[in-house]
């Protein structure tokens, strides 16, 4: 989803703090980045990482004609010749190249587990959605499960659900802010069993994947589910609250965008902008140091959902703690749905987009992670223990002890994994930091104290599994100037964003991610900006989400191309090695109003999951007045945020 800026404050704070660590700063126009970039790809050339590519080059479309005869001269296609066009324009359905098919797979509202009731929008209850899939639809896991029938595929789609909009849930709201005021106690409770996070298993036969009533299907939400906190933070009176004194377990979990998958197959899904959700002032006589937390942490705007209306602990003068029991990371066991989930607090808290797991040869586990929000810091978790692949549940607390770290690039080129810990580098009592447990709660003041580098709204953070590169989606920044520009973020006004291409060294046969050093480069440059090369209409712009294919292909998601390239968002797919390396192809356009979020193969490649969030929707949208009625076409219903399955009609895999 969209963010608004978050606070003025945080920004000078930054700015400062930044200035001291990474002097020399940031060059003041594009041009002197890239000349600055050039001279250190010069120094580099002779070194260990080869920096090869299309660095500072705005997104380079494929033009097919540049690719001779792939089908024969390579072994497999390049993203360029996998598939023909897609039209680019901003429709109300879901645009394919020729010869691919789409269809819904879940719906909001669709029952998922025993005794719900079918969809019925008009008459919507608590009941029915907390049996129902849920809302605004983003990250998706697919774990397969072995077929026990006449199907040709069975697996479980593991679904966020990030966020609700009462205005295009229900009937008689002119848009957002208005239903935010006038929304009901039984709305909002409705709105608060829709996020959260769906498991529901699907199951392919020759006329698609459909969902079942399966013995695993669950919901997990905001209004009723019980979660347990675990790690380092568990326990802290800073978790404490009137309702929960021993600051171990809440109910629920909110804003939830995207997520990952563990070695050991549990789920991980994280908890985004959390302060759209809280509402007041902190008591006047509360510490001093919460305060710097909840301003740091954006708590003072007004928020975006109804709920503080009616469920007090939303409110923070009365229940200042709350707040600091939200910007986790979930993890749960989609193999045990009697097994409550946990937040796992050793990860850090902050507007945590995603946590995508590496095992790193030496047997740790390493999560990359961005934090979703103007100005804000990439991090990286290494864990204390090593995974072990012969028995299962002696991984289940492996992600309550490791190391959290924020990334500072240099201009350089150079890339440092700057620990958050605590006792060192200003992390201690003088700053409000007593112990561990205060530096993970307050992973953005510690990232600032230590000099992170500000990125330009880091949202997916991706590992390529073929190269051990690691991928993150800057989605844009506006409000990045030429006075605080870098060379990682080297764009002024940065609408269209940009992937930053993060090298681990090498190491034996593969790369250590364990490591303090890595390199970095621009990997490409979003959309086209006044001054800049145009090269196509298939220009990628505000990269969200991604994933890999088994060739090291990365597959890229958009948020937010309606405003900046005028095109429908979509799905975008690009080389990262060799001639094509940067060159984007796009795949799917999404209906109009939607953002294309949580892409996902099965491991056949054969099927690509992609999630249509919030179709139709704009800040003045409503179910009367919405430009969407996807997938349905009714005019009379509100457009439905869905899972959708994307195939070759011959079948065969998407990605050969
Ligand atoms: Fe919820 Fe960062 O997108
Ligand atoms: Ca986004
Ligand atoms: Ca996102």
Redesign the pocket.
């Known amino acids: 989803m969209g963010r608004r800026r978050n606070l003025a404050t945080h920004s000078l704070e930054a700015t400062e703090a930044s200035s001291v660590k990474n002097e020399p700063r940031a060059p003041n126009t594009l041009n002197d980045v890239i000349e600055r970039r050039w001279s250190r790809r010069d120094f580099l050339k002779d070194g260990a990482m080869l920096l090869s590519g299309l660095a500072l080059a705005p997104s380079v479309a494929c033009v097919t004609t540049q690719v001779s005869n792939p089908r024969n001269a390579r072994p497999r296609r390049t993203a360029c010749d996998l598939f023909g066009p897609v039209d680019p324009s901003i429709l109300d359905s879901v645009s394919l190249p020729d010869g691919f098919r789409a269809e819904v797979v879940l719906a909001w509202g669709d029952p998922i587990l025993p005794g719900a009731p079918e969809f019925d929008w008009k008459h919507q209850s608590v009941e029915a959605q907390c049996g129902q899939f849920g809302y605004n639809c983003?990250f998706i896991a697919y774990i397969p499960l072995e077929a026990t029938g006449d199907e040709l595929e069975r697996g479980l789609l593991c679904v966020n659900h990030e966020y609700s909009v009462g205005s295009m849930m229900f009937e008689g709201y002119k848009d957002r802010r208005d239903a935010f005021h006038r929304v009901t106690k039984e709305e909002a409770d409705i709105e608060r069993a829709s996020v959260g996070h769906s498991v529901v298993e699907i199951r392919r036969t020759s006329d698609g994947w459909q969902p079942h009533k399966g013995a695993l299907n669950r919901r997990i939400s905001l209004y009723d589910t019980e979660i347990i906190f675990s790690g380092p933070v568990a326990g802290n009176p800073r978790l404490q609250t009137e309702f929960d004194p021993s600051g171990r377990k809440v109910i629920g979990t909110l804003a939830n965008?995207?997520g990952g998958v563990t070695p050991w197959g549990t789920i991980l899904f994280c908890e985004e902008n959390i302060n759209d959700y809280f509402s007041g002032d902190l008591p006047k006589s509360h510490e001093e140091r919460e305060r710097a937390n909840f301003q740091r942490y954006g708590m003072h705007e007004s928020p975006r959902y109804p709920h503080y209306r009616y469920e007090e602990r939303f409110q923070l003068d009365k229940h200042p703690h709350e707040a600091n029991r939200f910007g986790w990371v979930v993890e749960y066991d989609p193999m045990r749905p009697e097994v409550a989930p946990v937040k796992r607090t050793s990860l850090g808290r902050f507007l945590r987009?995603a946590s995508n797991c590496v095992l790193d040869q030496s047997g740790h586990v390493v999560v990359y992670s961005g934090d979703?929000d103007y100005f804000e810091y990439i991090y990286k978790w290494v864990s204390h223990r090593i995974f072990d692949p012969k028995t299962r549940s002696n991984n289940v607390d492996l992600l309550d002890s490791g190391d959290l770290f924020v990334a500072r690039c240099e201009d350089d080129g150079s890339l440092e994994w700057v620990p958050l810990q605590h006792g060192f580098a200003g992390l201690t009592p003088e700053q409000g930091f007593v112990d561990q447990a205060d530096v993970l709660l307050e992973a953005r003041r510690a990232a600032d104290i230590v000099g992170g580098t500000k990125m330009d709204r880091p949202?997916?953070v991706e590992p390529n599994p073929k190269t051990g590169r690691v991928y993150a989606m800057l989605t844009k920044n506006k409000y990045r100037s030429a006075e605080n520009l870098d060379g990682s973020n080297p764009r002024a006004n940065n609408q269209a964003g940009h992937v930053l291409e993060m090298i681990p060294p090498s190491k034996g046969e593969g790369v250590d991610h364990t490591s303090r050093q890595y390199t970095w480069d621009v990997f490409t440059l979003g959309g086209v900006q006044e001054g800049e090369h145009a090269p196509h209409e298939n220009t990628l712009a505000n990269p969200?989400?991604a994933t890999f294919d088994r060739f090291g292909r990365l597959w890229i998601s958009s948020?937010g191309t309606q405003d900046t390239i005028k095109t429908a968002d979509g799905i975008w797919v690009c080389e990262t090695e060799g001639p094509e390396r940067a060159k984007m192809k796009r795949f799917v356009s999404v209906p109009i109003g939607a953002e294309a979020?949580g892409p996902c193969f099965t491991p056949n490649e054969d099927t690509f999951f992609l999630a249509v969030q919030h179709p139709g929707h704009h800040r003045k949208s409503s179910v009367a007045s919405s430009t969407s009625r996807w997938p349905h076409g009714d005019p009379e219903r509100p457009p439905l945020p869905a899972v959708i399955a994307i195939r070759r009609k011959d079948g065969s895999p998407i990605t050969l």
């Open positions: 983003d965008c995207s987009e979703d949202e997916d969200d989400n948020d979020t």
